[in-house]
């Protein structure tokens, strides 16, 4: 019984095992990655479907890992939030999405602002309304310019901090935007107790927008909604032009996805231009 306990316990402990290095390797490596520049951001354009041009464009992070090449935030920004990084991440985010903004409006982007996610941790344990009107400052950025995109998980458990900090950030003139619209269950509360100014139509609605009735009756349902609180709306993840024809149809106002282009570093971004299409 002895022998089979301790077979048992070097069963667990040897499967563990095989799993921890990689993900201690990760994040000893991401203690480092924002001093070593390892870190970057990819922006991908919102096209106004009224207008026929970009009027956002969404910060994405990235990670350019020294050996294991491009990771994507799945890959890192779990680990980021457990062990505090985030924090430290989230103002280089938050300060070079403002100077890249800054930046964009002399280079032929004038009047495109940018929209920058913010995790659950960043907004309970930043100095938050502190340091975006300090990065707004430095980046002699227009706060009309900024928007902010959160999560309907970003602030469930604190509903009046949450209302202030946004009530203060609305103040500064900042956007807030819900993002993921749909897949929660507290989406029309949000809509109801915070200062939202946008939505965004999560991608799991409109994948199979094309063949799937009662994804398309959610998605028009949603646009409906928008429209009648006078709520912008964008659709995320829009990667066919039969997506964006149909989106179009059911009165959808912007859309932001592959159709359009992939997310693209910096230098790429202020070079691109609107691929030719008749929606
Ligand atoms: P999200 O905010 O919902 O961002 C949209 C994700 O969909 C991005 O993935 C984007 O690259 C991807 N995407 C865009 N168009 C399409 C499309 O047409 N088809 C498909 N299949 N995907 C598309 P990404 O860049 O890997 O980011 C994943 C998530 O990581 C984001 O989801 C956001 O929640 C989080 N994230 C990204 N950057 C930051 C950041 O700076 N701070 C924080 N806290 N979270 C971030
Ligand atoms: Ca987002
Ligand atoms: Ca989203
Ligand atoms: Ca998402």
């Avoid at 989406?187 to 199979?208: A, C, E, H, M, V």
Wanted: proline share 4%; charged share 20%; with cysteine.
């Amino acid at each position: 019984a002895k022998e089979t306990g301790r077979n048992t316990y070097q069963f667990y402990t040897n499967s563990l095992n095989a799993l921890a290095p990689e993900l201690l390797r990760l994040e000893n490596d991401l203690h480092t990655a924002l001093e070593h520049g390892e870190l970057s951001i990819y922006y991908q354009p919102q096209l106004d479907l009224t207008k026929g041009k970009i009027h956002a464009i969404e910060a994405l992070l990235r990670w350019h890992h020294p050996r294991q090449g491009l990771l994507y935030p799945k890959h890192f920004i779990d680990i980021a939030e457990e062990n505090g990084l985030i924090l430290a991440i989230g103002r280089w985010v938050l300060q070079q999405a403002c100077r890249d903004c800054h930046a964009w409006q002399q280079q032929g982007l004038a009047g495109v602002g940018v929209a920058v996610n913010l995790s659950a941790r960043q907004f309970l344990h930043m100095n938050l309304v502190e340091e975006v009107s300090q990065c707004l400052r430095d980046a002699h950025l227009a706060p009309e310019l900024l928007t902010l995109e959160i999560t309907e998980t970003t602030a469930i458990h604190h509903v009046q901090r949450t209302q202030l900090i946004l009530q203060e950030l609305r103040a500064l003139g900042v956007g807030i935007t819900l993002d993921d619209f749909g897949t929660g269950y507290a989406s029309l509360n949000y809509l109801k107790q915070f200062p939202i100014t946008g939505l965004k139509i999560d991608r799991s609605f409109i994948t199979d927008i094309e063949g799937d009735r009662q994804d398309q009756a959610i998605v028009k349902a949603i646009i409906d909604l928008a429209k009648s609180l006078e709520i912008p709306i964008v659709a995320e993840g829009v990667e066919t032009w039969g997506q964006g024809q149909l989106l179009q149809h059911l009165g959808c106002k912007a859309i932001q996805g592959y159709l359009l282009t992939e997310p693209l570093p910096y230098s790429q971004v202020i070079h691109w231009s609107i691929p030719r299409m008749r929606l």
